[in-house]
């Protein structure tokens, strides 16, 4: 079937430390990926997207690249804030017998000591 | 810019109960998703609606039921609460039907049983 694993948290990372969260996924078809970020107490916010093989996703200093033959889209940053501590969920949509919808991981909970 | 707007944001209801949560979606979006999020877990999709119409159907217990109304808004109805419904209800929307276009969450609403 369709899914999404991640690794498992918590991740605790001193700030300005290098940060890498794993994705791998399993999908039929030609799914798009996603990383979202859920802060305490808030929904899901979009961090990046990729649509296709070989994209790179990048939002504030965040990448994650679509490897299509490790079936991976890791989430990676350079440097680490405390700011960023914040619960990441990798996410695929992918479209099914004409329906669309969107398939979550576990959760990866990241917390960024100064 | 406007956002997924759902109300209301908390919610305190006794077993066996019912409640009503209700979901906004961003403007000429025509696709709402409803996914619930338990303590500590990932969100788990319960439904969709594309044009009014239910689109695609998750882990969505017999008990609870939803629509989209001809404004595109869409209400989550839930009766005969369980203590294990206590949950973070997320309504997210997206424009058209494409593996390529992200969701938009909104914040949620938190439901609690007791």
């Known amino acids: 079937g369709n899914s999404v694993t991640q690794m498992e948290g918590p991740v605790t990372l001193s700030e300005e430390a290098f940060l890498t969260i794993n994705c791998t996924y399993t999908?039929?078809?030609?799914?798009?990926l996603f990383w979202y970020v859920q802060y305490p107490g808030e929904g899901l916010q979009l961090l990046l997207k990729?649509?296709?093989?070989?994209d790179k996703g990048s939002n504030k200093g965040f990448e994650a690249t679509y490897r299509k033959e490790t079936t991976s889209f890791h989430l990676e940053k350079g440097s680490v804030q405390v700011s960023d501590s914040a619960v990441y969920f990798c996410a695929l949509s992918l479209s099914t017998s004409g329906t669309y919808k969107y398939i979550f991981g576990t959760g990866t909970r990241l917390k960024v000591l100064a | 810019a406007a956002g997924v707007i759902q109300s209301p944001r908390h919610l305190i209801k006794e077993k066996r109960e019912t409640a009503t949560l209700k979901c906004y979606p961003i403007?000429?979006?025509?696709?709402v998703y409803w996914y619930q999020q338990g303590p500590g877990q990932d969100p788990q999709f319960l439904i969709s609606?594309?044009?009014?119409?239910?689109?695609d159907k998750g882990s969505i217990p017999d008990r609870f039921s939803a629509q989209q109304f001809s404004d595109y808004h869409s209400e989550l109805n839930m009766s005969s609460l369980e203590l294990g419904d206590s949950a973070l209800y997320f309504c997210?929307?997206?424009?058209?039907?494409?593996?390529?276009?992200?969701?938009?969450f909104g914040q949620g609403t938190r439901l609690t049983v007791v």
């Open positions: 999908a039929t078809g030609y799914p798009s």
């Open positions: 990729a649509t296709k093989a070989d």
């Open positions: 403007p000429r979006h025509d696709t």
């Open positions: 609606f594309y044009e009014k119409m239910q689109s």
């Open positions: 997210a929307s997206s424009k058209g039907r494409s593996v390529l276009t992200e969701a938009f």
